[in-house]
C-alpha cells in the first residue's frame, strides 16, 4: 500500500451520500486536469461551502502524473483550510472516474484515492459484476468507496465514447447492488457524455420515470448521473464569436438536473461545462489581447469563470451550497 488517503485529509463518500441523500441535494463530481481547475473548484465550493469529489480521469491521470495528483489533492485540502479559516477543512473525496480495469484502480487506491469507479457498463451483465465485485472486494481493506455503473451513455469524453444510449433495467439494480457490494449506482437515463449530447430541436429529457422505478427497487441507494453538462449557450456563442467551432452543442436542462437531485440521486458529474467557461474565457482573452503571451493573464481569467460556474452549480442545481458542515 503506498498511501492512505486519509493521510491526505480526504474523505470517502459513504458519509457524504447518506447526507445527501436525506438532504435531498446531490454533491457535485467536478473533473479537473490542472491547477487552474483545482482552485477553482476549490474556491467555489469553500465560498458556498457545499462538499466536492475531485474527479480524475485515466486520461486526466496520464495527463496530470498520477505523483503530482497525490500532492495536489492533499494541497487542496490545506488550501481549503486556508480559505475557511480556524480548523475547518472541506469534505474532499478525490474519485477515479471511468476506471477500465482492476489494475488501473488498485492502483489509484495506493496513490491515495478515496473512492474509484470501475466501469464494466460496455461488458456482459454477468462480467460486469464479476470486475466490479473484484474492486470491492480489495479496496474494502482500505475503506475506499466503489462506484458501478449499469447501462450505456451515449457520446464522447475522454476515453469514454458509445454511439448510443442503452437505458439502465430497473429490474436489474437489487440483483447487481447485491452481488457486488458497491457504494453507489451510476445509470444511465438519458443524460450524455462531452458537448453534442443532442441535436437541434430536440428537446431532451431525462428518464426520470426510469429513476423512480430503480428508487422503488432500491429506497435510498446512492445513484450517480454522468454526463450532466448543460452546455450553456452563452458560453457556446462566446466561444463561437471568438474564433471557435461548436457547433450544435446542446447540452442537459438545469431544471432537469435540479429534479433529479432532490431524489436518490447523491452525486452528479460535470465536466464539459467547465471545459467550456475556461475555453470561452481564453478565446476572449486571445481576440482582445492579441499581444498577451503571459499564461497567467488568459488562465486567471478562466479560472474565475470556473469558479462562478462551479458556484452557480452548487447553489441553484445541484442543492448542495450550505451543505458542507451540517
Known sequence: MGVCYKDLGLVNTREMFKKAVSGGYAVPAYNFNNMEQLQAIIQAC????????LQISKGARQYANQTLLRYMAQGAVEYSREILGGNKILP???????GDSFELCKSCVEYGFSSVMIDGSSKPYEENIALTK??????????V????????????EDEVSAESHTYTEPDD???FTTKTGVDSLAISIGTSHGAYKFKPGQNPRIRLDILKEIEERIPGFPIVLHGSSSVPQDLVQIINT?????KDAIGIGEDQLREASKSAVCKI??????????????????????????PRKYLGPARDALKELYKHKCI????????AFE
Open 46 to 53: 469553500c465560498e458556498v461551502e457545499s462538499p466536492v469529489i
Open 92 to 98: 474532499i473525496a478525490l474519485h477515479l472516474d471511468h
Open 134 to 143: 473484484q474492486v470491492v472486494d480489495y479496496t474494502r481493506e482500505f475503506d
Open 145 to 156: 468507496t466503489v462506484e458501478g455503473e449499469l447501462g450505456v451513455l451515449a457520446g464522447v
Open 173 to 175: 439494480v437489487v440483483d
Open 242 to 246: 471568438h474564433g471557435g467551432q461548436l
Open 269 to 294: 458529474n460535470i465536466d464539459s461545462d467547465g471545459r467550456l467557461a475556461m475555453t470561452a474565457a481564453i478565446r476572449k482573452v486571445f481576440v482582445e489581447k492579441p499581444a498577451e503571451f503571459d
Open 316 to 323: 441553484n442545481v445541484l442543492g448542495s451550497a450550505g451543505k
